[in-house]
T-cell receptor
Framework: EPEVTQTPSHQVTQMGQEVILRCVPISNHLYFYWYRQILGQKVEFLVSFYNNEISEKSEIFDDQFSVERPDGSNFTLKIRSTKLEDSAMYFC???????????FGPGTRLTVL | AQKITQTQPGMFVQEKEAVTLDCTYDTSDPSYGLFWYKQPSSGEMIFLIYQGSYDQQNATEGRYSLNFQKARKSANLVISASQLGDSAMYFCAMREGRGGSNYKLTFGKGTLLTVNP
């Protein structure tokens, strides 16, 4: 069964460093999302992406964040200068069509020291 | 106001018994969808079941069913015949709107279910 994959599973970085989190959505899906979950808290929407552009973003998704679909399979989230409060689990999700079920990847646990 | 409310931070159930996890939602949009996801201790988010606002019947997927009461704005998850592997965090989520938006999901705070042998 097709699934969303994410790499790395765990990333440790120093405050101020740039990180790139990678996702491979389900191959025929057209809509892509990033969410984050701070430890012990609920899952929060960051950004949605369709047709090579951002469709919607939350107030969390400030100028330090960017997304890109560099090729036909990968979808990346870049954090330009990490802060301690960026430590969280980051989930990528994809859906076939808008409004359809979003399937989540296993997550990348980001730890900022 | 919270869009998704899960009032049970934790629930316990005996193996093989049924359990209901509560979820209430708040929206003024006539078109919306409700989802339940399971998050085991390993951290991944697993889709369980979906209910659309216009669906006439309650959704079912194997041992999972959704008790959808539109007038009360509730979408409770019922797990029948609980298994030890059902122990996990369960999240209720909602997407709102139609007409071109990407329908972000809004999540509740979750309910931690523990199945006792």
């Amino acid at each position: 069964e097709p699934e969303v994959t994410q790499t790395p599973s765990h990333q440790v970085t120093q405050m101020g460093q740039e990180v790139i989190l990678r996702c491979v959505p389900i191959s025929n899906h057209l809509y892509f999302y990033w969410y984050r979950q701070i430890l012990g808290q609920k899952v929060e929407f960051l950004v949605s992406f369709y047709n090579n552009e951002i469709s919607e973003k939350s107030e969390i998704f400030d100028d330090q964040f960017s997304v890109e679909r560099p090729d036909g399979s990968n979808f990346t989230l870049k954090i330009r200068s990490t802060k301690l409060e960026d430590s969280a689990m980051y989930f990528c999700a994809s859906s076939l069509r808008t409004g359809h079920t979003q399937y989540f990847g296993p997550g990348t646990r980001l730890t900022v020291l | 106001a919270q869009k998704i409310t899960q009032t049970q931070p934790g629930m316990f159930v005996q193996e093989k018994e049924a359990v209901t996890l509560d979820c209430t939602y708040d929206t003024s949009d006539p078109s919306y969808g409700l989802f339940w996801y399971k998050q085991p201790s390993s951290g991944e988010m697993i889709f369980l079941i979906y209910q659309g606002s216009y669906d006439q019947q309650n959704a079912t997927e194997g041992r999972y069913s959704l008790n959808f009461q539109k007038a009360r704005k509730s979408a409770n998850l019922v797990i029948s015949a609980s298994q030890l592997g059902d122990s996990a965090m369960y999240f209720c989520a909602m997407r709102e709107g139609r007409g071109g938006s990407n329908y972000k999901l809004t999540f509740g705070k979750g309910t931690l279910l523990t199945v006792n042998p």
